[in-house]
């Protein structure tokens, strides 16, 4: 059974940093696509950052560029998502994600949600 963990979420002022994290039993993550996605209250769910194992493909969102960086760590079976620089309009539920590459999801300028696999969310708040 794939469970997907997400950890990290806190309440943080502006400009202050997180690392999100997510790790996964039942999957190897490394030999998959993994994504950040969020959903603001109100808002649909969008992808944030997402990596690809098939060509080493890392997506951002425009937005985030810059501020936050995606990462593997093999050992832990976890990614990373360090978020520097937030903002207020960061805030939002994160939910990690995994598929296998069967199909392309990862491009430099793209994520799809079509993935398998979810976690529940980790919250972050960003107050001004």
């Known amino acids: 059974q794939v469970q997907l ?31 950040w996605y969020r959903q603001a209250p109100g808002k649909e769910r969008e992808a944030v950052s997402c990596i690809s194992r098939r060509d080493g493909s890392i997506y951002y969102e425009d937005s985030v560029k810059g501020r936050f960086t995606i990462s593997r760590d ?3 079976n976890t990614v990373y998502l360090q978020m520097n620089g937030l903002k207020p309009e960061d805030t939002a539920v994160y939910y990690c994600a995994t598929r296998d590459e069967s199909i392309v999801v990862v491009r430099k300028t793209s994520c799809s949600s079509n993935m398998d696999y979810w976690g529940t969310g980790t919250l972050v708040t960003v107050s001004s």
Do not use: F, W
């Not at 002022?13 to 790790?23: I, N, P, V, Y």
């Open 74 to 76: 093999t050992a832990k």
């Open 5 to 35: 963990v997400e950890s990290g979420g806190d309440s943080v002022q502006r400009g202050g940093s997180l690392r999100l994290s997510c790790t996964a039993s039942g999957v190897t993550l490394n030999h998959y696509a993994v994504g």
